[in-house]
T-cell receptor, first 113, second 112 residues
Framework: NAGVMQNPRHLVRRRGQEARLRCSPM?????VYWYRQLPEEGLKFMVY????????ESGMPKERFSAEFPKEGPSILRIQQVVRGDSAAYFC???????????FGPGTRLLVL | GQQLNQSPQSMFIQEGEDVSMNCTSS?????WLWYKQDPGEGPVLLIA???AGELTSNGRLTAQFGITRKDSFLNISASIPSDVGIYFC????????????WGAGTKLIIKP
């Protein structure tokens, strides 16, 4: 049973470009969470999604950031017009229900030049 | 926002020594989780705690959910080189079903 998959593992963008981060949850999981981690820090919650629904986006900046989890395909975290401060590791986690243990993917490390 | 205070920030130990780290908060949690993160990887769940006072082991790891619901500790006995990494505590606040609040991590370094 494959774990949570994220791609790309590393992404380099220039300021002003768009970044698209993908997350495929574990088989049987319909709940997806996105977190951001800065160097030497813990993870910070960004957004919680179920299939076709955003449940909680309270941790996500209101501008330039968006997330979706379509009926088919992976969850996407999209960052428009990236700035240097967006450089971080972005982790996706999934669970069977909102109350169950979250399992994490390997992360996407975004570097904005 | 909510915070977990995790300590120590880093530990330098000899192979074979026992390790102890803890997390505290002013808020009450209904779940405590301990994760390990290796360089370039995502966090991997080590131990999950769901009841105040609960003491749970996973091999050489032991963790406890404090009876006040505001703290938790993780012990590693007889450390080995592969224990190197960053250990994070994470908690779910009372009244929250899913959102995890994370500590800043404890970096474990084993001296050769």
């Amino acid at each position: 049973n494959a774990g949570v998959m994220q791609n790309p593992r590393h992404l380099v963008r220039r300021r002003g470009q768009e970044a698209r981060l993908r997350c495929s949850p574990m088989k049987g999981h319909s709940h997806v969470y996105w977190y951001r981690q800065l160097p030497e820090e813990g993870l910070k919650f960004m957004v919680y999604l179920q299939k076709e629904n955003i449940i909680d986006e309270s941790g996500m900046p209101k501008e330039r950031f968006s997330a979706e989890f379509p009926k088919e395909g992976p969850s996407i975290l999209r960052i428009q017009q990236v700035v240097r401060g967006d450089s971080a590791a972005y982790f996706c986690a999934s669970s069977t229900t909102g109350r169950e243990t979250q399992y994490f993917g390997p992360g996407t490390r975004l570097l904005v030049l | 926002g909510q915070q977990l205070n995790q300590s120590p920030q880093s530990m330098f130990i000899q192979e074979g020594e026992d390790v102890s780290m803890n997390c505290t908060s002013s808020s009450i949690f209904n779940t405590w989780l301990w994760y390990k993160q290796d360089p370039g990887e995502g966090p991997v769940l080590l131990i999950a705690l769901y009841k105040a006072g609960e003491l749970t082991s996973n091999g050489r790891l032991t963790a406890q959910f404090g009876i006040t619901r505001k703290d938790s500790f993780l012990n590693i006995s007889a450390s080995i080189p592969s224990d190197v990494g960053i250990y994070f505590c994470a908690g779910q606040l009372m009244g929250s079903n899913y959102q995890l609040i994370w500590g800043a991590g404890t970096k474990l370094i084993i001296k050769p």
